[in-house]
């Protein structure tokens, strides 16, 4: 679906990337994790085309989208949830879902896919005329999640959604993540909590200074002696 072929990316004379390759199959979620400043952000901004690399190629569904403006990879079914939720505080959590749902093949549907964003998140349902800015950190990013489902994405990429979320409101959103992957999406998961985007993903790749330095099924990851004592402190 998704195939990033060793890009490399600068910002001004500092090299960033360095030969970053990954793929994401049809129907799964593949996580790329690693510490800050690794270049996990940079990977998907790339990506979504707000950076150019200076090697390499990105193509979705075997179509360049290299050298594609933003709004036309949206438009082919990539959404981005960004690390900071990316909600609008003054608007409602209604305006905010209606907001999503902007992409032409969006539209038609927008009812059915409001009512399967508040069977996901019944929360939503609860203060749909409420104001995005008084919700809870959760709340929040369920919102975000909703809002980028709103679009009908082929493809949904979410940037640190554990950022700044208690540890038992982690354990929701992942479970909310598998259930979007159940439903058969695509699913590219940047993630600190490395344990954790191991345990939901099929496949990871771990990025370090700017290059890829390990990757493997989710499940070899979780059992690597040199992961464990890297990663995740074990």
């Not at 159940?182 to 200074?209: K, N, P």
């Amino acid at each position: 679906m998704l195939a990033i072929k060793d890009i490399d990316v600068s910002y001004g004379d500092v090299s960033v990337l360095r030969r970053v390759s990954l793929e994401v199959g049809e129907k799964s979620i593949v996580a790329l994790v690693g510490p800050n400043g690794a270049g996990k952000t940079t990977t998907l901004r790339t990506v979504l085309g707000l950076l150019k690399p200076t090697r390499g190629a990105i193509t979705f569904r075997g179509q360049s989208i290299t050298d594609m403006a933003t709004h036309d990879i949206v438009n082919l079914g990539l959404y981005l949830v960004p690390e900071w939720h990316g909600t609008f505080s003054s608007l409602t959590v209604l305006e905010n879902l209606e907001l999503g749902a902007f992409p032409h093949k969006a539209r038609a549907c927008k009812d059915e896919t409001m009512n399967q964003v508040y069977d996901l998140f019944p929360r939503l349902a609860e203060r749909h005329a409420q104001k995005a800015g008084t919700l809870s950190g959760g709340e929040r990013q369920m919102l975000a999640i909703g809002r980028a489902l709103m679009s009908k994405p082929e493809l949904l990429i979410l940037d640190e959604p554990s950022l700044g979320l208690a540890p038992i409101i982690i354990e929701q959103i992942f479970e909310i993540i598998q259930k979007i992957s159940h439903a058969g999406m695509s699913i590219l998961v940047v993630e600190q909590h490395i344990h954790m985007a191991l345990e939901i993903a099929q496949y990871a790749y771990i990025i370090e200074s700017g290059r890829i330095v390990q990757h493997d099924s989710a499940a070899a990851l979780l059992d690597d002696e040199h992961v464990k004592e890297a990663y995740m402190g074990m």
